[in-house]
């Protein structure tokens, strides 16, 4: 099966840190642009951050602009999430997404095939 297992969140406080990773198995990873969605509640899914699969190139939203930095390791079918400058607005739970199709900042979550069960980041004040 196809599987898109994500870690690393929790809670922190206001300014702080935290660093999503998402493993990936099951696919050719190499032909798969990743992107990280949240939803908050009551909130639609909303695009985070992605990566291409070839050139590297990367997309964040406006958001999370100097802040959020996504990243991947082909050799460890992993693609991460380095979030800093936490605020509040920032909790959420977090999706890892595939598709073959990079979309940069006009992803939506329509545009994902594969997603992963999400995991929570709070941030309190």
């Known amino acids: 099966q196809v599987q898109l297992v994500e870690s690393g969140g929790g809670s922190v406080q206001s300014g702080g840190s935290l660093r999503l990773s998402c493993a990936v198995s099951?696919?050719?990873?190499?032909?798969?642009?990743m992107a990280w969605f949240r939803q908050a509640p009551g909130k639609e899914r909303e695009f985070v951050a992605a990566?291409?699969?070839?050139?590297?190139?990367?997309a964040v939203a406006d958001f999370a602009e100097g802040r959020f930095t996504i990243s991947r390791d082909d050799a460890k079918t992993t693609v991460y999430l380095q979030m800093n400058i936490l605020t509040p607005e920032d909790t959420a739970v977090y999706y890892c997404?595939?598709?073959?199709?990079?979309?940069?900042?006009?992803?939506?979550?329509?545009?994902?095939?594969?997603w992963g069960k999400g995991i929570l980041v709070t941030v309190f004040s």
């Open positions: 997404g595939a598709d073959t199709v990079f979309g940069g900042t006009t992803w939506t979550a329509a545009h994902m095939t594969y």
């Open positions: 990566v291409h699969q070839n050139s590297m190139i990367t």
């Open positions: 099951g696919l050719t990873f190499g032909n798969y642009a």
